[in-house]
């Protein structure tokens, strides 16, 4: 099966940026459809936050558009979230999600301070 790891997460000041990567292992990246990343706050439901289709297209939770970047990179079987202008709001466990039925990573803490 396809394993998923989490990485890049950390304490950042409110506007700062982070870049949150998903290593993946056993399948190539390429082959799991749809992929996508999500995050859950403290005592909130698990929300997704972006989404990559087969055809490679991207879409984004309303609360972080123009502000989130998902991507990926085949070769290094790697997804990626580029986060900038982060808030406090954003402060959540990010996971990275593929496939039908979904395989989740462990997930990463993203935490934005004022």
């Known amino acids: 099966q396809v394993q998923l790891v989490e990485s890049g997460g950390g304490l950042v000041q409110a506007g700062g940026s982070l870049r949150l990567s998903c290593a993946a292992s056993?399948?190539?990246?390429?082959?799991?459809?749809?992929k996508g990343w999500y995050r859950q706050a403290a005592g909130q439901q698990r929300e997704l936050v972006a989404i990559?289709?087969?055809?490679?297209?991207?879409d984004y939770a309303n609360s972080v558009k123009g502000r989130f970047t998902a991507s990926r990179d085949n070769a290094k079987n790697t997804l990626y979230l580029q986060m900038n202008s982060l808030k406090p709001e954003d402060t959540a466990v990010y996971y990275c999600?593929?496939?039908?039925?979904?395989?989740w990573g462990p997930g990463t803490q993203v935490t934005v301070a004022s």
């Open positions: 999600s593929g496939g039908i039925p979904p395989v």
């Open positions: 056993g399948r190539s990246i390429f082959s799991i459809n749809p």
């Open positions: 990559i289709t087969s055809g490679g297209s991207t």
